[in-house]
């Protein structure tokens, strides 16, 4: 079990493994361009060959890439499904080019419409994005808490996107807070397993491969996107002991998307928090 966080690549892709470092983090996630931007970034063979030496010199693996806040694969507005279709399909490229095993991204909302009726052009969309990228990196869906008509609140949504775009290269990252507010009690053991009883019927733990670790400012069940930092929030720390006690995480990488204990971004305490958790459950 690695333990990391999205990091900020401000400067250069490299700073984002100097970060990395300075916060303890043995895994990390950043932004292919900015999150809030269509606008794609292109990165030089050498600055991605840096980057690449730099991760692996200092241990700092997997990598992942956070897809940009603005795609919505759902969405009833073709100029936007054709935007996201092509963002997604750029940043798996970047996965390629940088060394990152895939992009980790919000599927989008239908705004009301119902989750069968975007669920043909969500699935052709996936099926695009995999014919018009290179190389095997993963395109992985992330669970959402269930807020604005968002899709992939309920495993079963996630399961029938894969069954349909039938492809080894869509995986599923497991987000604790969207699964807390969605529903999931996952900070109780036998709401843990209930949990991943039903996650391993519906997406199957094989094809789990990435988890963001975010305590909940919302409760269980409040539908809403709020992260807040590690022991904090109401999954709290004995919810994220459990959480990480549990044989299904024991290889799956952990990221953090906290707040920050000085609200700038995910941070050396939390991640320590983690650390300490992972230790005293005899993980290192």
Not at 135 to 149: C, D, F, K, P, Y
Not at 193 to 202: G, H, N, P, S, V
Request: proline fraction near 3%.
């Amino acid at each position: 079990m690695r333990i990391g966080a999205h990091v900020s690549t401000e400067g250069g892709l490299e700073k984002a493994v100097e970060r990395a470092q300075a916060m303890g983090a043995e895994t990390i996630q950043v932004f292919g361009a900015a999150p809030q931007s269509w606008r794609k970034k292109e990165y030089s063979a050498e600055e991605a060959e840096a980057f690449q030496k730099k991760a692996s010199e200092a241990d700092v693996q997997p990598v992942f890439v956070h897809g940009v806040y603005l795609v919505n694969l759902a969405t009833s507005d073709p100029a936007g499904l054709e935007r996201s279709v092509d963002a997604l399909t750029w940043s798996l490229d970047v996965c390629r080019q940088i060394g990152a095993l895939g992009t980790i991204f919000h599927l989008g909302s239908h705004r009301g419409a119902g989750f069968e009726a975007v669920l043909s052009q969500v699935v052709s969309a996936v099926r695009r994005i995999l014919e018009g990228s290179r190389g095997g990196t993963w395109l992985i869906l992330e669970n959402s808490a269930g807020m604005g008509g968002s899709v992939g609140s309920r495993f079963s949504e996630l399961g029938v996107i894969m069954r349909e775009a039938a492809s080894p290269r869509v995986k599923v990252c497991f987000d604790t807070q969207h699964a807390f507010a969605a529903g999931y009690d996952v900070a109780t053991a036998q709401g843990l397993e209930a949990t991943l009883a039903e996650f391993e019927k519906q997406v199957g733990l094989a094809n789990l491969v990435a988890m963001h670790a975010n305590d909940s400012k919302i409760p269980l069940g409040g539908g809403v996107d709020r992260h807040e930092n590690i022991g904090e929030g109401l999954i709290g720390l004995e919810g994220f002991k459990v959480i990480m006690g549990h044989p299904a995480f024991r290889d799956i990488p952990f990221l953090l998307e906290v707040p920050g204990f000085e609200k700038k971004g995910p941070d050396k305490e939390n991640v320590d928090i983690l650390r300490q958790i992972r230790q005293e459950l005899g993980l290192e």
